[in-house]
C-alpha cells in the first residue's frame, strides 16, 4: 500500500511570503507573542499559589493583567502596521523566501497520483508542490490571485483537501508541471470546459480535485472500458423521527418516508475482477467498490426474465452486461463531475487519450484485529453499573499485567505479529526473533507502550470483542432493483438485520461509528446463513435497505466503516439504555451547497469560507459534557447535533443555524461548565482545565483501570545481538570512531528537529526524510552499509547498552532485517516461511509444513482437549 511509500516536500507559512519590511513588523510581532505566553503562564501561577489569600492575589494578578493589556496593545498597534503594508502591497508577485526551504519545513507526503503524474520519486525531496498555512488571509490571496515565486519558477494554487482545509493548508503546484499534466490530472476536464458546460461549488470542486493527492497505489489493469456508470439505488423508508426545525430550533416526534440513498458512495464489481472490497480514486470518481457477483445475479434470473441483462448508464445509454463485459459498475454519486461530461465514453476517451490513473486505497484485509471502544461511544451508556464496567475492563487490564511478562501480550501491544500488514522494520525483527524483546531498546518501548495504555483506558480505550469493517449497503436489494426493475426490492435482508460474516449467525451486533454524538448504538440481528454466504462474499457489514441505520450512524457507503461489536457486557447495556431513552433518529433539513464559476477569486472565497466555517470539536466537547454531566438532557443534545453537522456542511452551503434567544440561553446554562475529567487523559488537558471527577461512565474508569508499578521482565530466550550482524566476528577498530562520532551527533540533532507540536503519527512521517539525510551523512564516513550497520549493532549493543535506538532502526531497519532473516535461515536446506500463528520464521520441509513447533504442540494439546470433550459427550 501507498502508506510505505512516501515523499517529500515543502511546507511553509504566509510568513515565508513576506516582504522585508513586512518581515521586519513579524519579528517584533513573534517577540511579543513569546512574551504574552510568558504572562499567561505566569497568572497561571498567581492563581495557583495565591488563592487562598485573596488580597495578595488581586495585587499581584492586577499589576500581571496590567502586564498582558499592555503587551495586547502592543500587539495590535503592529498588526494594525502589518494590514497597512499588506494593502499596500497587494496586487503584486510575491516570492517565497528561499531562507523558509530548510529541513525543519520538509514534510512527507504518501504516494498518490499527483506525485506518480508529476515524476516525484519515492522518498526524494521534490519542489514540484508547495503546502502553504495560513495564518493571514490577506498573503492567501495574493498568491492565490496572483501565484507566486520560487526559484524562479511560477506556483498557481492546486487545491485544498477537506483535511487540509481543517489545518488551514493549501497546495500550490509549479505552474509549467499543471500545464503539461492538468488534462492527465483532470481527464480533459480542465477549469475552461467547466465554466462552459456549468457552474460547480468551489470547495467541492476542491475537494473533487483533491482526489488525486490522496494516498493510493496505482490500480494496474483497471480497464475502463469494462466499467459504467448507473443511477442511485434510493428507497423511502417509514420510520418515527425526531424533526428538528433549524430556524425555531423546535423537536417534533413525528412519522415520516425518511429517502435513504442505499448506493451513496458505492459501487460494485465482479470477484473475478478483484476479490477485495477497494476504495477508488481516479478523476472525478470516489468510493467503495465492493465484491459483487452481478453477472451470477443475472444468469439466474434471466430465463424469467430475458431482459435484465440490459441496463442504462446515467446518459441513457444502454448496455449488455454479459455481452459488453461489464466488471465494474460505478453509480451517480461515485461520479462527482458527471454533468459536465456528455456522456460516459467522453470520458472514457479523455481516460485513454491523456493516460489517466486509478488509484485504489482502503482495501479490506485479509486478517480484521480486535478494536477498541472509545469514550464517546461508552459515555452515552450512562446507566452502566460499575460491575459491567469492570467487567468490560477486564481484557485491558489483563493486557496491563500481562505486558510486563507474557510474551504473546508483548508482541501484540507491539504490533509484531502475522496480522499486521504495516509492520516497521523493527516489527518485523521482533517478530521473526521474538528474543529481540529482551533488549533495553524494546523494554523501554514496551514501557511506553504501557504507559500508553494506562492512559488511553483510563480516557475510555478499552478492549472488547469488535472489529473495524466497512459498511455496503445490501447489494442483492441493488441487483434487484437495477436489472429486475423492482422499486421496492426486497432484498436478502429484513428490518433490524444485518449481515457480516467475521461473527456467527443470529448473534445480536451493536453497530457503531465514529464520530458518535448522539446516541448511535444500533443493535441489530446477524444473519449469516446459506443465502447470506452465497452473495455476500466479503468481511464487510451489509445493511438492510428496509432499515433506517445510516440515518442513525450518519454513514455514506463510500468506504466509512462500522465498529461491528459482537461484546456480550457491550449489547444488552446497549439495548437496555436505547429502550430507557426512546431513542429514533434525528432528521433535519440541509442546505443545498451553491454554485458559480472556477477562477482563482472564486477558489479564494471558497477557501476563506471553509477556514471561517466552524470548529466542529467545540459541538463535540459540549455534547460530552452534557453526556458526563449530573443531568443528561437529550433535548440539548439532539440541538448540538443538528448544529454540528451544519457546520461540517458549512463549507459547501455557507449556511448555519441561527440559535433563538431562549434556545442559546438554555445550551448555555449546559455547556459553560469545562471538559469532563477524563479529558485529562483523552486530550492531554490540565487540572483546572477540566471538572470534578463525578461518577460518569467514563469518570469511573480512573480507578478501575489499574496501573501496577511492575517492571517489564527478560523472558527465558536468550537475546543474540549478533544475529542482527551481517559479519559476527566483527571488532571496532581506531577508524571506525569516525562513524560512531558521526552516528552520536546526527542522532543528537535529530531529536532537536521533531515538532512537538505535531501529532504523533505526523510527526514519524514527517521524520522519514531527516532520517534519509542521516542515513546519507553516515555513509559518507564508510560507504560500505553492512559494514556501517555492524559497527554501530557493536558499539550500541555491548559498549553503550544504549536503550534509545530509533535513529539505528529508522536509518538502517531494513539492513538490519536483511541480516536477521539471513542469519536465521543458512541452515534451512529448503525454503523459509512464516509460521500462520505467530509468525516467526521456520523452515518449509514439506507442503504440510504451517506451524512452527510451538505453536503446532499449543494446536495439538487443543485438538486432543476438544477431541476428550466430544468423546465424552458422545458417551
Not at 577508524?735 to 512537538?756: A, V
Request: glycine share 2%; proline share 2%; aromatic share 10%.
Amino acid at each position: 500500500m501507498a502508506l510505505n511509500k512516501q515523499v517529500h516536500i515543502y511546507s511553509v507559512d504566509t510568513s515565508a511570503f513576506y516582504y522585508e519590511n513586512e518581515l521586519e513588523i513579524h519579528k517584533k510581532l513573534n517577540k511579543l507573542y513569546i512574551i504574552r505566553s510568558k504572562i499567561i503562564k505566569k497568572r497561571r501561577i498567581i492563581k495557583k499559589l495565591y488563592k487562598k489569600d485573596n488580597k495578595k492575589y488581586q495585587n499581584k494578578f492586577n499589576r500581571i493583567n496590567k502586564l498582558y493589556s499592555k503587551c495586547n496593545k502592543c500587539i495590535n498597534i503592529r498588526k494594525d502596521k502589518m494590514y497597512t503594508l499588506f494593502k499596500k502591497n497587494k496586487g503584486s508577485v510575491r516570492e517565497l523566501n528561499s531562507e523558509n526551504l530548510v529541513d525543519k519545513n520538509i514534510v512527507s507526503i504518501f504516494d498518490s497520483t499527483l506525485t506518480r503524474v508529476t515524476n516525484i520519486k519515492i522518498n526524494e525531496l521534490s519542489d514540484n508542490l508547495i503546502i502553504v498555512q495560513t495564518y493571514f488571509f490577506e498573503i492567501l490571496e495574493d498568491i492565490i490571485l496572483n501565484g507566486f515565486f520560487s526559484n524562479g519558477e511560477k506556483y498557481i494554487v492546486y487545491t485544498a483537501s477537506a483535511g487540509q482545509i481543517r489545518t488551514k493548508k493549501t497546495v500550490f503546484i509549479k505552474e509549467s508541471l499543471l500545464k503539461k499534466y492538468e488534462k492527465t490530472l483532470t481527464c480533459g476536464l480542465t477549469d475552461e470546459v467547466i465554466n462552459e458546460r456549468g457552474d460547480i461549488n468551489i470547495n467541492k470542486y476542491l475537494a473533487y480535485r483533491a482526489l488525486q493527492n490522496s494516498a493510493t497505489d496505482e490500480w494496474i489493469g483497471f480497464d475502463i472500458d469494462k466499467a459504467i456508470v448507473v443511477n442511485d439505488f434510493e428507497t423511502k423508508v417509514k420510520t418515527m423521527v425526531d424533526y428538528i426545525n433549524d430556524e425555531t430550533y423546535e423537536i417534533k416526534r413525528i412519522e415520516m418516508e425518511v429517502p435513504i440513498p442505499h448506493t451513496d458512495g458505492a459501487g460494485m464489481m465482479l470477484p473475478s475482477f478483484c476479490n477485495k472490497n477497494r476504495m477508488c480514486r481516479c478523476p472525478w470518481i470516489k468510493g467503495l467498490l465492493i465484491v459483487f457477483d452481478f453477472k451470477l445475479f443475472i444468469l439466474e434470473h434471466i430465463e424469467s426474465n430475458p431482459q435484465c441483462a440490459i441496463v442504462k448508464d446515467i446518459y441513457g445509454k444502454e448496455y449488455d452486461i454479459i455481452k459488453d463485459d461489464i466488471q465494474v459498475i460505478f453509480t451517480e454519486s461515485q461520479f462527482k463531475m458527471h454533468k459536465f461530461y456528455k456522456d460516459w465514453n467522453e470520458y472514457k476517451n479523455n481516460f485513454k487519450k491523456y493516460n489517466c490513473q486509478v488509484g485504489y486505497c482502503n482495501e479490506e484485509e485479509d486478517f480484521i484485529k480486535k478494536a477498541r471502544i472509545n469514550y464517546q461511544m461508552l459515555q452515552t451508556l450512562v446507566d452502566m453499573t460499575d460491575e459491567e464496567l469492570i467487567e468490560l475492563s477486564k481484557e485491558t487490564n489483563n493486557d496491563i499485567n500481562k505486558i510486563a511478562n507474557d510474551k504473546e501480550v508483548m508482541l501484540k501491544l507491539l504490533g509484531a505479529t502475522k496480522d499486521n500488514i504495516h509492520k516497521n522494520y523493527l516489527q518485523q525483527c521482533i517478530q521473526y526473533y521474538p528474543p529481540l524483546l529482551n533488549d533495553a531498546y524494546s523494554k523501554n518501548i514496551l514501557k511506553q507502550v504501557r504507559k500508553s495504555l494506562v492512559k488511553r483506558a483510563k480516557a475510555g480505550k478499552l478492549s472488547i470483542d469488535a472489529k473495524y469493517t466497512f459498511l455496503s449497503p445490501d447489494m442483492y436489494a441493488f441487483c434487484e432493483w437495477l436489472f429486475l426493475g423492482d422499486k421496492n426490492p426486497k432484498g436478502i435482508l429484513k428490518k433490524n438485520e444485518v449481515s457480516c460474516n467475521l461473527y456467527n449467525n443470529d448473534k445480536k451486533l451493536d453497530c457503531l461509528r465514529s464520530p458518535h454524538l448522539y446516541m448511535e448504538h444500533c443493535v441489530r440481528e446477524n444473519k449469516v446463513e446459506d443465502l447470506q454466504k452465497k452473495w455476500f462474499i466479503t468481511k464487510a457489514i451489509y445493511t438492510s435497505c428496509h432499515d433506517i441505520i445510516s440515518k442513525i450512524l450518519q454513514f455514506d457507503v463510500d468506504g466509512d466503516k462500522s465498529l461491528v461489536c459482537a461484546d456480550e457486557n457491550i449489547v444488552p447495556i446497549a439495548e437496555r439504555n436505547i429502550k430507557k431513552m426512546d431513542i429514533v433518529p434525528l432528521y433535519y433539513n440541509m442546505r443545498k451547497a451553491g454554485s458559480m464559476k472556477v477562477d482563482k477569486k472564486t477558489i479564494y472565497k471558497g477557501l476563506i469560507s471553509a477556514y471561517k466555517g466552524g470548529n466542529i470539536g467545540i459541538y463535540s466537547n459540549d455534547i460530552s459534557k452534557i453526556w458526563n454531566g449530573e443531568k443528561v438532557t437529550l433535548y440539548i443534545i439532539k440541538l448540538l447535533c443538528m448544529e454540528n453537522n451544519f457546520v461540517i456542511d458549512y463549507a459547501k452551503t455557507l449556511y448555519k443555524p441561527k440559535r433563538p434567544k431562549w434556545a442559546k440561553d438554555k445550551i448555555v446554562s449546559y455547556t459553560k461548565n469545562k471538559v469532563p475529567y477524563f479529558f485529562i487523559n483523552a486530550k492531554d488537558k490540565k487540572r483546572e482545565q477540566v471538572e470534578a471527577r463525578n461518577n460518569s461512565v467514563v469518570n469511573r474508569l480512573n480507578n478501575i483501570i489499574k496501573n501496577p508499578n511492575i517492571d517489564i521482565e527478560s523472558l527465558n530466550e536468550r537475546f543474540n545481538y549478533k544475529k542482527l550482524m551481517s559479519n559476527n566476528n566483527i571488532k571496532i577498530k581506531k577508524e571506525d570512531k569516525k562513524i560512531i562520532q558521526k552516528y552520536k551527533s546526527l542522532d543528537k540533532k535529530s531529536t532537536f528537529l521533531i515538532n512537538k507540536e505535531e501529532k504523533y503519527k505526523q510527526r514519524i512521517i514527517n521524520m522519514a526524510y531527516e532520517y534519509k539525510k542521516i542515513r546519507e551523512e553516515i555513509l559518507k564516513t564508510n560507504n560500505d552499509e553492512k559494514y556501517v550497520v555492524d559497527i554501530l549493532i557493536e558499539y550500541l549493543y555491548t559498549n553503550k547498552k544504549d536503550n534509545k535506538k530509533v535513529t539505528l532502526w529508522e536509518c538502517f531497519g531494513d539492513v538490519i532485517l536483511e541480516n536477521l532473516t539471513n542469519n536465521l535461515t543458512k541452515k534451512f536446506k529448503n525454503e523459509a516461511i512464516e509460521c500462520e500463528k505467530c509468525g516467526v520464521l521456520i523452515e518449509k520441509k514439506s507442503n504440510k509444513t504451517r506451524y512452527c513447533p510451538n505453536c503446532a504442540r499449543e494446536i495439538n494439546i487443543k485438538k486432543t482437549i476438544e477431541n476428550r470433550k466430544r468423546k465424552n459427550c458422545l458417551k
